[in-house]
């Protein structure tokens, strides 16, 4: 599985969420977005694109082996530290 973790809403990221729904389309059924965005969680609900809504992302590791996530895309302005520690650990 693939996974694509991003945030968006209608001021900022939409850009972010284009490109990935991009690559999302060309292979649906590998694929699963991760959000923190009320308004992202919103979009893809409406388009009936799989996702998993992230209340933060501290358990991202675990959460990522849950769904077999093999790849993650991360698009994203800015990455808080949860983000900057997760990808200090799982370099892989």
């Not at 001021?11 to 991760?34: A, D, P």
């Not at 959000?35 to 590791?61: A, R």
């Not at 093999?70 to 302005?77: A, G, T, V």
Request: hydrophobic share 40%; no cysteine.
């Amino acid at each position: 599985m693939i996974g694509f973790y991003l945030n968006a809403s209608q001021k900022i990221g939409l850009g972010h969420f284009n490109r990935n729904l991009l690559i999302y389309k060309l292979i649906k059924k590998k694929s699963l977005f991760f959000t923190e965005s009320v308004n992202l969680k919103k979009i893809l609900k409406k388009k009936k694109i799989k996702f998993q809504f992230l209340k933060n992302t501290k358990n991202l590791s675990s959460i990522l082996k849950k769904n077999k996530i093999k790849i993650l895309i991360i698009d994203l302005q800015n990455f808080n530290k949860n983000i900057i520690n997760f990808l200090k650990k799982n370099k892989d």
